[in-house]
């Protein structure tokens, strides 16, 4: 089961998730989500528990719980869809895709 974790302080690494995910059950694998430009944790990640019935209750015990200082938000991943369900964004400011450039006829 691929479990989402929300709230974690930015001091967190994957093996600080790994030992709080222990207990619950053979770990495939821990990652805390790093900004690529500062390299800084984003304060979320992923935790890949083998056994779901043990990933159902550590989600069960830890959403809500208090790690390292800071209240974390636990529940089951979803499946990252392809090419994403986010809106595309939009970098030239609404100015019909040419960056307000018109080209001058002669």
């Known amino acids: 089961m691929n479990i989402f ?4 302080s930015y001091s ?4 600080d998730l790994r030992d709080l995910f222990n207990e619950y059950g053979e770990i495939s694998s821990a990652k805390v989500i790093m900004d690529k430009a500062t390299g800084r944790s984003k304060g979320y ?4 528990l083998e056994d779901n ?9 830890l959403n809500g ?12 991943a979803r499946p990252r869809t ?7 964004r939009n970098f030239d400011n609404n100015r019909g895709g040419n960056g307000g450039f018109r080209r001058r006829e002669y």
């Open 12 to 15: 967190i690494n994957d093996n």
């Open 53 to 61: 019935a043990a990933g159902q209750k550590a989600i069960e015990e």
């Open 45 to 48: 990640g992923f935790v890949e």
């Open 65 to 76: 719980a208090e790690y390292d200082g800071r209240t974390i938000s636990v529940s089951e």
């Open 5 to 8: 974790i929300a709230g974690l």
């Open 82 to 88: 392809e090419g994403g369900d986010r809106p595309r």
